[in-house]
Every structure is written in C-alpha cells, then in structure tokens.
C-alpha cells in the first residue's frame, strides 16, 4: 500500500516539477514556448494538439497560424520565412541549437542547409540523424517520439 501511495504522488509531481524545470530554460526576456518534441503525450509539448503549446488556439503556440509564433506575417514566428527573432532552440543539456525559423537566410535558422544549425552534417543540428541533437533514438531529441528530455523552445515577445 505504501509503495503504491508514493507511485502514485511521484506520477502525480513528476509532470509538475518538470514544467518548471524546463520554463527556467528560458531568459528573462525570453517567453517559454514549450518543448520542441514529437511526443504528444508530453503536457509541454509542441506536438500536443491539447496542450496550450501545441493547441491551433492557444496564444503561446507555434502552431497557431494568429499567434505571433505561429503567424506568416510576425518577426518572432516559426512560419515566417523573413523572421528575425525566432524562438531559439535550447537542448536539455543547456546547448544552443538555432532558431526554428523557416528563414533559410538566417545563419542561426534549422532551416538554413548550409548553416550550423540546419545542416545534416553539423553535430548540434536537429536535422542530422547521427547526431544526438537529431537522432530519432536519442532521449534529448525533438525527433524522437519517445523523448523525455526534449529541446525547450524561447521566443521573443513583440
């Protein structure tokens, strides 16, 4: 009975302590955006359609197409292919990975190919396979569906 009271409170604080863990990521200037991660089941998670960082309706979400992360027409989204202060990129283990950006004219921008952070060869792109950063098996990358320790996402705000 014992055993099963504290499964059950850790199960119940893990999510909790690891929010805000991951919102400390983040710079005073900076807002948090959630953890950049292909696992919908993380609360936090850009993937979860449920969570206010993924929702299409929520204000803080990349993938809100009206927000200023998600819109076509704001400096500070990911959907702008002219953005200059995208959400920056931060891995769990506190290393810098660009900007999602889909300006592929920014050097810092995961969508620039010939940049350090969007090139598939570079070892801190996510868009490398082999690389930690990008490996679909690695616990801190956004690319794995199963990640726990996923990249924390940290905009500007307008």
Do not use: H, W
């Amino acid at each position: 009975m014992k055993l099963t009271t504290i499964l059950l409170a850790a199960v119940i604080t893990l999510p909790i302590l690891c929010s805000s863990t991951s919102a400390q990521v983040c710079d005073d200037m900076d807002v948090f955006l959630g953890q950049l991660s292909a696992n919908p089941y993380i609360a936090e998670s850009t993937a979860n359609k449920f969570g206010a960082f993924g929702s299409p309706y929520s204000s803080t979400s990349i993938n809100n197409p009206y927000s200023q992360y998600g819109s076509a027409y704001s400096a500070t989204s990911v959907s702008n292919p002219y953005a200059t202060e995208a959400p920056k990129i931060i891995a769990a283990d506190g290393q810098y990975l660009g900007k999602l950006s889909a300006n592929s004219y920014d050097p810092d921008s995961i969508s620039n190919p010939y940049g350090k952070y969007g090139s598939p060869y570079s070892p801190t792109s996510i868009n490398n396979p082999y690389s930690r950063y990008g490996s679909p098996y690695s616990p801190i990358s956004p690319n794995n569906p199963y990640a726990t320790q996923a990249p924390t996402l940290c905009g500007k705000d307008e």
